[in-house]
């Protein structure tokens, strides 16, 4: 079953804007990680935070998490064009071995 | 320059017909996973190995099957057995399994097609 649920499912923003994506899960996590994925790619990691820690950040990304409402969000300031792609979530559920569980992802459509 | 490896990148089956995936990498990385992604959806584990000669099933192993005889080789065979076979196959591989705090490093993929 699917740990991670990214919201929203599809987003479209102008160049230069700020995209905003949510992840939610539901059983307790070791670390949340985000990838991104670039149409007909592999995915490529882009940052981890670990379950004690509640902001990180990495160039022009920024995440959050929330351990107390289970959720993470990640935001990408000053968007380009070159940011389209899907972005995914993936917990280490601490119950569920050395398993990686991915969300089903955002599709971030960035317009120049 | 390290990375994953992945062969080839589109195939092309009859319905029936066993096929085989590669994935090779150059890390020097003691864990590796396939995944499975079908359109608009997650990636669902397959089978993952954290050393040589020892793998695990994931989510979604039947009709799957694979062999980890070198650290840096865990090729994927898909079975006449799996029902859906079409999907894109993608291989990753970490620094350990046992650490959970390693990002997985992922190849470019197969599209498999099976008519």
Known sequence: SQQGEEDPQALSIQEGENATMNCSYKTSINNLQWYRQNSGRGLVHLILIRSNEREKHSGRLRVTLDTSKKSSSLLITASRAADTASYFCATFPLEYGNKLVFGAGTILRVKS | ?115
Not at chain 2, 62 to 75: H, L
Not at chain 2, 77 to 102: M, R
Request: glycine share 8%.
């Open chain 2, 1 to 115: 320059d390290g990375g994953i490896t992945q062969s080839p990148k589109y195939l092309f089956r009859k319905e029936g017909q066993n096929v085989t995936l590669s994935c090779e990498q150059n890390l020097n990385h003691d864990a590796m996973y396939w995944y499975r992604q079908d359109p608009g959806q997650g990636l669902r584990l397959i089978y993952y190995s954290q050393i040589v000669n020892d793998f695990q099933k994931g989510d979604i192993a039947e009709g799957y099957s694979v062999s980890r005889e070198k650290k840096e080789s865990f090729p994927l065979t898909v079975t006449s057995a799996q029902k859906n076979p079409t999907a894109f196959y993608l291989c990753a591989s970490s620094i350990t399994g046992i650490t959970y705090n390693s990002p997985l490093h992922f190849g470019n993929g197969t599209r498999l097609t099976v008519t």
